[in-house]
C-alpha cells in the first residue's frame, strides 16, 4: 500500500506571519513529493520539516500572486547547490514558462538539471503512473487554477484462501496476480486475476482550490474527495472584503464541502489578522462539521478506504 499524506508547509495568506508562512502544501505519495504553490520562505519549511525539498518531482501554482509561487527561485537554486540531476516538472497558467524563463536568469544562477515549465489550460488532466492531476479554473481577481490529485483505481482485495485452495503458492505468483498478471499452474491451469481479486477499489482524492471566490463548479470538482483543501481567509463579518479580494469565506468553504460530500475540509490562507484560528474553525463547523483549520508543519494521512 502506498502511503499518502499531506504536510502543511505554509497555511497563511498574504504575507508570512510568525506563526504561519504563505501557501505551499506537499503531497508525499511513496517516495515522491508533489508541491502545490510555493510561496516565499517554503525551502526553509521544508528544512524544519520531515520531508526533503530533494524528492519534489513536480510543481503545481495555483496562480501568479506572490505568495504562492516567491519560493522559487531560492527552491530551485537550492537543489542545484544539492547536486540535483533529476528533472523538475513545474505546471500552471499561461505565463508559466516565461515565469520559469524570468527566474532561471536571475543573477548568475545557471541550472544544471533540466527544469520543464508547463503551461496548463482549464479541465486539462495531466496522467502520471498511478494518478493524475486535474485543473480547473476558478474565480480569483487573476488567472488561477484548482487542482485535484485523484489515484487511478486500484486492484481489488486479494482472497488468500480462495488463492490457496486452488493450489497457487504463496510467494511471486500472488504477487504477479495482484499486479493485474494471469498467471499459470504447474498443472497448465491458467489462472486470471478476476479469479482471486474482489472489485476493483476507488483510489484516493486530493482537491486544493488555491484562492478564489465561491464557486459552483467547485462541488462538482470536490465530489467525493477524501480531503478538500479550500482557502477561507476571512470569517463572514468580512464576507463584502473576501468578495472584493476574491476570496472565500470559512462558511462558504465549508457549503462547498458539504455539497461535494467530501470527507474532510482544511481551511488554508488564513488572513494574518486572524491570531485565533478558532474563529474560522468555528464557523465551518456550524456547517460542515469535518472542517479543521491546519496549523504549519501538520501532517494528514490520507487512509485507503476498505
Known amino acids: 500500500m502506498t502511503q499518502l499524506r499531506i504536510l502543511f508547509l505554509g497555511t497563511g495568506g498574504s504575507w508570512p506571519t510568525v506563526k504561519r508562512n504563505?501557501?505551499?502544501?506537499?503531497?508525499?505519495?511513496?517516495?515522491?513529493?508533489?508541491?502545490?504553490?510555493?510561496g516565499e520562505g517554503t525551502?526553509?519549511?521544508?528544512?524544519?520539516?520531515n520531508l526533503s525539498y530533494m524528492q519534489v518531482s513536480k510543481?503545481?501554482?495555483?496562480?501568479?500572486?506572490?505568495?504562492?509561487?516567491?519560493?522559487?527561485?531560492?527552491?530551485?537554486?537550492?537543489?542545484?547547490?544539492?547536486?540535483?540531476?533529476?528533472?523538475?516538472?513545474?505546471?500552471?497558467?499561461?505565463?508559466?514558462?516565461?515565469l520559469i524563463n524570468q527566474l532561471l536568469t536571475l543573477g548568475y544562477f545557471r541550472p544544471s538539471y533540466r527544469i520543464i515549465a508547463h503551461e496548463i489550460s482549464d479541465g486539462a488532466e495531466i496522467e502520471?503512473?498511478?494518478?493524475?492531476?486535474?485543473a480547473l479554473k476558478v474565480n480569483h481577481n487573476v488567472p488561477a487554477f484548482a487542482y485535484r490529485l485523484n489515484e487511478f483505481q486500484r486492484a481489488g482485495k486479494f482472497n488468500k484462501p480462495k488463492a490457496l485452495k486452488m493450489g497457487i503458492p504463496e510467494g511471486p505468483l500472488f504477487s504477479k496476480l495482484q499486479k493485474g498478471q494471469t498467471i499459470t499452474l504447474p498443472n497448465g491451469e491458467k489462472v486470471t486475476p478476476d479469479m482471486i481479486l474482489g472489485p476493483s477499489r476507488k483510489g484516493r482524492t486530493i482537491v486544493i482550490s488555491g484562492d478564489t471566490k465561491p464557486c459552483e463548479q467547485m462541488?462538482?470538482?470536490?465530489?467525493?474527495?477524501?480531503?478538500?483543501?479550500?482557502?477561507?481567509?476571512?470569517?463572514s463579518k468580512l464576507?463584502?472584503?473576501a468578495k472584493e479580494y476574491g476570496h472565500t469565506t470559512a462558511a462558504q468553504a465549508a457549503e462547498i464541502a458539504k455539497k461535494a460530500k467530501?470527507?474532510?475540509?482544511?481551511?488554508?490562507?488564513?488572513?494574518?489578522?486572524?491570531?485565533?484560528?478558532h474563529v474560522l474553525e468555528d464557523e465551518a463547523?456550524?456547517?460542515?462539521?469535518?472542517?479543521?483549520?491546519?496549523?504549519?508543519?501538520?501532517?494528514?494521512?490520507v487512509k485507503l478506504k476498505k
Open 22 to 38: 504563505v501557501s505551499s502544501i506537499a503531497v508525499k505519495r511513496g517516495s515522491e513529493v508533489i508541491l502545490f504553490d510555493c
Open 43 to 49: 525551502q526553509r519549511q521544508f528544512q524544519q520539516s
Open 59 to 98: 510543481i503545481f501554482i495555483t496562480h501568479f500572486h506572490g505568495d504562492h509561487f516567491l519560493g522559487l527561485p531560492g527552491l530551485i537554486q537550492t537543489m542545484q547547490l544539492n547536486d540535483r540531476d533529476k528533472p523538475l516538472h513545474l505546471y500552471g497558467p499561461k505565463g508559466m514558462e516565461e
Open 128 to 134: 502520471f503512473d498511478e494518478y493524475s492531476v486535474t
Open 219 to 235: 462541488i462538482g470538482f470536490s465530489e467525493d474527495a477524501d480531503i478538500l483543501i479550500h482557502e477561507g481567509t476571512f470569517d
Open 239 to 241: 464576507q463584502d472584503i
Open 262 to 277: 467530501v470527507e474532510k475540509l482544511y481551511l488554508v490562507h488564513i488572513s494574518p489578522r486572524y491570531l485565533d484560528f
Open 285 to 301: 463547523r456550524s456547517v460542515f462539521p469535518h472542517s479543521y483549520v491546519p496549523k504549519d508543519f501538520q501532517e494528514v494521512e
